[in-house]
């Protein structure tokens, strides 16, 4: 520790400068490399296009988040990937990260809806639309409704995930279920308690409402 | 910047010393203070059976779970608290921070599941159970589901949820219908070429199953 300390200390304002110098540069390389991966690989095609900002059309935007399901059953995730785009062109990507980010909840729509969010600086995907390698799960199917995307293109469908045992389908039969014939136990409790915090949002008048 | 170099390469070996004891504190401050504020504000009576390690029992935790619900209206986000618990104790809290933290996937169900499987290190919460202030929407059920939580207690349900103008109930009625009856639009894209990823998954062997 005292070592490192002494060292740092010896530093001079010149070296210090270079170092801030390749620190700059580093980090316009990891945003660069990051922008890269965000966009995965693409076909020559695929890359002109973007690169002359013209649309792609459904098929291509379809085989962009195939590519990424793909590649990410190599990167350790599920195969599972999806694109939000707008007019053509894509605003954001994601992939199946359960297990390797310790999430259950990072299916590929749901990291796709909170990239594009976080990119458009918004919580209201109007205007925009998703391709999904697969037929959206019921929690990613309720994402796609809560940031409001505009249609939902997908390949795989939720008998195909089955047949690779994804829970997705038992899910849906769930979900059809009335509460007391769930596999899930469920109970009501306090709900006299709770509602005060639903009167008090109907009270509020500078709320923003979604 | 050139002054803040030179005064920086001018401090002494003790004082650096001195500045990373200070560093540890202000560290373990705000990993307090950010403990503190996930759990939130209790009754005296919850905090000296937290002190004293004592398991709360279920009308405790869901009332947790309500007060965080009260207390994000004043907070600008959605009327919606969660709570994790195992064997009694609480594990993470949610609150749904959709407007305010731009993410649509921000309920108080999914906050809270992210923030017990970032805590526990797993993407698997059997063991644990989950007090939530209002019915889950479909998104959040979903994500109980793959969460693997044991049980789910809830206080508000979907119909005082669509009192107050949120869509869950409208979410509910959407997934219940055929792919064609629904209020957005589908279609079906690239099958075929989809299934690639599902037939490497079936063949990879070292795979991490969920």
């Known amino acids: 520790m005292k070592k490192t300390a002494i060292s740092f200390t010896k530093k001079t304002t010149h070296s210090r400068k270079n170092s801030y110098l390749s620190r700059l540069w580093l980090v316009l390389l990891l945003v660069a490399g990051g922008w890269v991966t965000a966009c995965g690989p693409q076909s020559e ?3 002109a296009k973007t690169e002359n900002n ?4 459904e098929e291509e935007l379809m085989r962009k988040a195939i590519a990424l399901s793909i590649e990410n059953v190599a990167n350790g995730g599920g195969p599972f990937g999806a694109v939000i785009a707008k007019d053509g062109h894509i605003i954001a990507t994601g992939v199946n990260r359960v297990t390797a980010n310790h ?3 990072a299916h590929a729509e749901v990291s ?14 109007s205007g925009c639309e998703i391709y999904t390698s697969c037929e959206p799960c019921p929690m990613c199917l309720g994402a796609i409704y809560w940031a409001r995307l505009d249609k939902m293109y997908f390949a795989n469908n939720k008998d195909d995930a089955k047949q690779i045992d994804f829970d997705d389908s038992f899910i849906y039969d769930e979900l059809a279920l009335p509460l007391s014939e769930r596999k899930l136990p ?6 006299d308690e709770a509602l005060k915090a639903f009167q008090l949002w109907r009270e509020k008048t500078n709320k923003i409402e979604y």
């Open 45 to 47: 095609k695929e890359a």
């Open 54 to 57: 013209i649309p792609m059309n």
């Open 103 to 105: 999430d259950p909840t």
């Open 112 to 125: 796709a809806i909170r990239a594009a969010c976080e990119k458009l600086d918004t919580f209201d995907l």
């Open 186 to 191: 469920a109970e009501i409790l306090l709900r």
